[in-house]
Structure formats: structure tokens, C-alpha cells
């Protein structure tokens, strides 16, 4: 079982930074995907960047532009650097892992834009 440890969200003024980051230990195979997505209330979880092993990237349109994922591989670790955010950015963002044959989400971490 894959656990992973998110961190970095929080309250920020619309036009602001965060960075989320998200270590993933106790895979028995090897990390293929890492990623990012989110959930508003009252709206389906959807995808925001997802990165491969081997530094393939996708973005949504919706962030592309203000969000860029980066990912360590020595660390088992995915970033999420969110600039120019928005309050439609608002969400419980939730990473996840993809490996030889599972995937495993994080608890998911609050981000809220707002003034």
C-alpha cells in the first residue's frame, strides 16, 4: 500500500502562489504517474496536471499557463506550483499515484482564493 503525504495548501489572495508537493512511500513497484487533481463542492473531481516517469506532461486547459507540476524522481515526490490563482481555483486538490498495476489518491488538501 502506497501512502502519500500532501502538503502546502491553504487561504490566498486571488493573484497569489501556492505550491503543493506530495511524497509517496511504500510502493512496492515502480512510480509510473504522478499527479494532481480537485474537487469543487457540488462538482466532480477533475483532472489538473499529471506527470510520467519519464517527464511527459498534461495540463488542463483551465490552469494551463498559471500551474506547473514538477516531480523528483530520487524522492518519490510530485510539486504543484499554482501561480495567478483564481477563485474558480478554489478545490480540495488531491494527488495521485500510479504504479505497475495500482494507483493510490492522497487526503486531499484544501486551496482557497479569496479575498
Known amino acids: 500500500q502506497v501512502q502519500l503525504v500532501e502538503s502546502g495548501g491553504g487561504l490566498v489572495q486571488p493573484g497569489g502562489s501556492l505550491r503543493l508537493s506530495c511524497a509517496a512511500s511504500?510502493?512496492?513497484?515502480?512510480?509510473?504517474?504522478m499527479g494532481w487533481y480537485r474537487q469543487a463542492p457540488g462538482k466532480q473531481r477533475e483532472l489538473v496536471a499529471t506527470?510520467?516517469?519519464?517527464?511527459?506532461?498534461n495540463v488542463a486547459d483551465s490552469v494551463k499557463g498559471r500551474f506547473v507540476i514538477s516531480r523528483d524522481n530520487a524522492k518519490n515526490t510530485v510539486y504543484l506550483q499554482m501561480n495567478s490563482l483564481k477563485p474558480e481555483d478554489t478545490a480540495v486538490y488531491y494527488c495521485?499515484?500510479?504504479?505497475?498495476?495500482?494507483?493510490?489518491w492522497g487526503q486531499g488538501t484544501q486551496v482557497t482564493v479569496s479575498s
Open positions: 495521485k499515484v500510479e504504479s505497475t498495476f495500482a494507483s493510490s
Open positions: 511504500g510502493s512496492r513497484f515502480s512510480i509510473r504517474t
Open positions: 506527470i510520467t516517469n519519464g517527464g511527459n506532461i
